[in-house]
């Protein structure tokens, strides 16, 4: 048990050093609004385009990000309390839960620093989608996928059949 608890904190930290280390580089050397093209060819796709986001995913309830920076922290808790209950050989739930909780924590430190949580991956598929989010975003929803992924493997394996009763 206390392999799986070093092993969660591990992918939390990762999480975070990634996700803050590179916001800090975005940060440091991107105004707002500041597009760079690390791969011209793909730039149609893919940018690099410094924005900062208030609310929630897509921009959404701008309003109320103090509201989700509590809902990132109370999910965390909440995941934390629960992690003692993953069965051991749900070891991808446990990696999918690190990730969560890393990229969580990764927005929440965001909101707290700079009052808003700092995107800058710009994808785009031209005339149907433009994202712009950050190395935490992506954690948090492969965590996600993780997590169901395992869950729905698990609902389609048979169950055990129950012992015969004893005479």
């Not at 105004?31 to 921009?59: C, D, E, H, K, W």
């Not at 808003?116 to 954690?139: K, M, R, T």
Request: proline share 6%.
């Amino acid at each position: 048990m206390r392999r799986r608890w070093i092993q969660l904190f591990i992918i939390v930290a990762l999480v975070l050093l990634a996700d803050q280390v590179s916001k800090n580089w975005i940060v440091t050397n991107l105004t707002i609004g500041q597009v760079v093209q690390p791969i011209p060819s793909l730039s149609a796709f893919f940018q690099i385009a410094r924005s900062q986001n208030v609310g929630a995913a897509f921009g959404f309830l701008p309003q109320a990000g103090d509201l989700f920076l509590l809902i990132g922290i109370g999910v965390v808790v909440g995941l934390l309390l629960f992690y003692h209950r993953i069965p051991a050989d749900a070891r991808w739930t446990r990696i999918g839960m690190g990730l969560v909780c890393g990229g969580a924590l990764g927005n929440a430190i965001d909101r707290l620093t700079y009052g808003h949580v700092v995107d800058f991956i710009n994808y785009q598929i031209p005339g149907v989608i433009s994202n712009v989010s950050n190395l935490a975003d992506h954690a948090i929803v492969i965590g996600v996928i993780l997590i169901f992924i395992e869950s729905w493997r698990a609902e389609d394996e048979p169950a055990a059949p129950e012992p015969p009763p004893s005479a």
